[in-house]
């Protein structure tokens, strides 16, 4: 089984991040061939400062591997490091209905807040479709809202084998339920793109402060709460540590317990849960060659498999 994912280097990584995403591939690479990549062409679509997109790739980098990415196991690299995945892109769009990528809601939603829209964030599940295709993708973790891009990935991919025969391996989008939709400190879906994130690392002053400023209604704490399960709070240790979620859902509910310990204790579990993460980070940061070989060995092995499935595509419709 091939275990497929990307992430963008569009800024600091957070826990809807860690746990939509990260961690659900970094347990799946223990059960097959895992790929993962940070995803600088995608990147482009809306960062336009190179130094900051240079940092961001080294950040993510570091980032995932502290959190337990295993590049003896699953196989690490950067996404432009395998450029053949812009040729099959190509290839790919000649057989994408302009409806399909219209209907597509990340596209729909910044252009709906009145982000310039550039034909590369228009045609960006194209190039999505094409880095899962290239690696005979048969899996790839994902949080919700990447669900889309993989449902077109997969109409692609069939309309690729009726038109030329059988070439791709259809995909399938795995998501983890319990994680789906972790919400952000203003109870939206958290995003980098939303201001409203907490971040897998960080100084623990501001992190402190950005839990601590989650917003509470005005009960007071002896006051049971019997719609405890929407608080913001719980609903965030509930995905951290369940347990304690569970704990402090039904402390809340019954009355005695105040806002402001339980941010508190969501904050200690927080900061509890990525002790060592960040002890790693902290080794791999004054090691940047190590760090460095680990994409440049995953881009290599990246490729050689890229280039057998793009000649695979090629003769399939006829360039060669
Ligand atoms: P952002 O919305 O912060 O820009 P990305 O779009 O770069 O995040 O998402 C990277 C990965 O993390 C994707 O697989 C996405 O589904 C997942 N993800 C992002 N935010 C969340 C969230 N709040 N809950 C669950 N998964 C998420
Ligand atoms: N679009 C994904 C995101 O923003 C990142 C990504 C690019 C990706 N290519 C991918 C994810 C292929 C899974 C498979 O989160």
Request: hydrophobic share 40%.
């Amino acid at each position: 089984m091939r275990i497929l994912s990307g992430i963008q280097p569009s800024g600091a990584l957070h826990l809807g991040n860690y746990f939509g995403m990260m961690k659900p591939s970094i347990e799946l690479q223990e059960q097959g061939e895992a790929f993962y990549f940070i995803a600088d062409y995608h990147s482009m679509t809306s960062l336009f400062d190179a130094e900051q997109r240079r940092r961001n790739t080294h950040e993510v980098a570091l980032d995932f591997l502290a959190c337990g990415l295993d590049p003896k196991r699953a196989v690490f690299f950067r996404q432009s490091d395998v450029p053949e995945v812009c040729e099959l892109t190509w290839i790919l769009g000649t057989l994408t209905p302009m409806g399909l990528l219209e209907r597509c809601h990340s596209f729909k939603d910044k252009a709906a807040r009145g982000i310039p829209v550039n034909s590369g964030l228009f045609t960006y599940p194209v190039l999505m479709a094409a880095d899962i295709l290239i690696y005979d993708s048969n899996v790839v973790p994902v949080g919700q809202d990447q669900k889309q891009h993989v449902e077109v990935t997969r109409d692609i991919a069939i309309k690729f084998n009726q038109a030329y025969g059988d070439t791709f391996v259809i995909p399938e989008p795995r998501i983890r339920g319990d994680v789906a939709k972790v919400p952000g400190i203003d109870g939206e879906k958290m995003s980098k793109s939303y201001g409203n994130t907490i971040e897998i690392f960080g100084s623990e002053k501001t992190l402190r402060k950005k839990v601590m400023s989650i917003k509470m209604d005005s009960r007071p704490p002896e006051e049971p709460k019997p719609d405890a399960d929407q608080n913001l709070a719980v609903q965030l240790l509930r995905v951290i540590n369940p347990e304690a979620g569970a704990t402090f859902e039904e402390q809340l509910r019954t009355g005695g317990l105040g806002y402001g310990d339980l941010k508190k204790r969501l904050f200690e579990a927080y900061w509890e849960y990525f002790a060592k993460a960040r002890e790693k980070r902290a080794e791999l940061e004054a090691n940047p060659d190590y760090v460095n070989q680990v994409l440049a060995d995953g881009a290599a092995k990246a490729r050689t498999k890229a280039r057998d499935v793009l000649q695979r595509a090629r003769k399939a419709c006829g360039l060669e």
